[in-house]
């Protein structure tokens, strides 16, 4: 069964489970202690450290191992915020942040300090410039992804590293996806990752803070980790992520190039299989192995559901497969289509014939939920209710597709120049409706607060 999630955990790499094995034979004591269990498994924690800082590029002191990559990043951003507290209580972040970041500023945020959210384009990336703008008085702290998590794109973290040292900045680069394919820029502060992201055990994170700048761990002090990361270490995880790691950026190069030319093929055939499909993110400045697309008039949990019956894991920011019914926050600041949303993220090793396959069994699938969600008829040969010469689609209480749908069943009905009043109260319809018109050529003229509840979208007929 082809796992292509990579993106929120990768497979266990072979070498991180033989590390792992041999660690829970040798490295099961304290390496603080001074008998010969302990020295033994001292020496094991230390060249994992090493292994890890070698491939951060930072030196070996400078790094620390924690729990997790979200608690390197708490760590992180409340450590740095602490130590810079006479700079001032402004953190910057840009709108795309994974949401270990976005939490540690709202916790920052709840403390009495300002957060400010960057904009991104509609490849997801900052503008180095706008970032750069935002680094003025007061700010003690900014936070940048080296890639994005649910779209691949890279950020411009050297054009931004240089615009935080000229503003006397610190720089936390959270680099949890890209990290296996290759070092990160020169010039941040800190840099966390973890290791479940490139085929280590998951419960392994690091935080390196480079030597000079003023952090201060916040809770209780202990003496392990510099202080920065309480608790015994787990030293058989470590050991093993810092194997795989050194494995993974040993072949990264050739199996890059590999993945990518698989995903250029997801990229271009997707759009040519199913009608109506937005794929995401910089087409060249991305990481390697991961694309994402969304398809119109899709329920993207139905879709991820029959993709998983077809035997293919995939996810998804599309808000109708979480918990929250509102859409990823990366896609909201992106202004991208969420609606039918599917994250491929391919693992090392992934066989040509299972994309193959892939782009084989989708658009049948595809074809079968739209078929489910009557979306046939979206090609705008109905009529709406008409208000003052006015065609009004109510879709409250109705969530995403089901609005668009709508909407493209009577705008077909409506003359050239003519507007369509969609009524949603779903909050991916604020999304989905202005990215329909990008997709199909209608004016998107804005919205406001319907007088029976949710919002009044407005669109004009323009072909």
Known sequence: MPYFDAASAAPLHPVARQALLAA?????????????????????????????????????????????????????????????RRAGGRLVVSAVEHSSVLHAGEAHAAAGGTVTEVPVGRTGAVDPAAFAAELGEGVALACLQSANHEVGTEQPVAEVAEACRAAGVLLLVDAAQSLGWGPVPEGWSLLTASAHKWG?????????????????????????????????????????????????????????????????????RVPELVPDVEVVGDPVRRLPHLVTFSCLYVDGETLLSELDREGFSVSSGSSCTSSTLTPSHVLRAMGVLSEGNVRVSLPAGTEEADVDRFLEVLPGVVARVRDRLGADGAAGTGTGAAAGGETVVDALGKRCPIPVIELAKVIGAVPVGGTVTVLADDEAARLDIPAWCEMRGQEYVGEAPSPRGGRAYVIRRTS
């Open 200 to 268: 280590g055990p998951a419960g392994v994170g690091l935080l390196a803070v480079r030597k000079g700048v003023r952090f201060a761990p916040q809770g209780p002090s202990d003496e392990r980790e510099s202080g920065r990361a309480p608790g015994f270490e787990n030293l058989p995880a470590i050991v093993a992520a810092a194997a795989s790691l050194r494995a993974v950026r040993a072949g990264a190069e050739a199996e890059g190039a590999r993945l990518r030319a698989l995903v250029d093929r997801i990229r271009a």
């Open 24 to 84: 829970l034979d040798e490295g099961w004591a304290d390496p603080a202690r001074l008998y010969r269990e302990g020295r033994r498994a001292r020496l094991l924690l230390d060249a994992a450290r090493e292994a890890a800082a070698e491939a951060v590029g930072c030196r070996p002191d400078e790094l620390v191992f924690t729990p997790s990559g979200t608690r390197a990043v708490h760590s992180g951003v409340s450590g740095a915020l602490a130590g810079r």
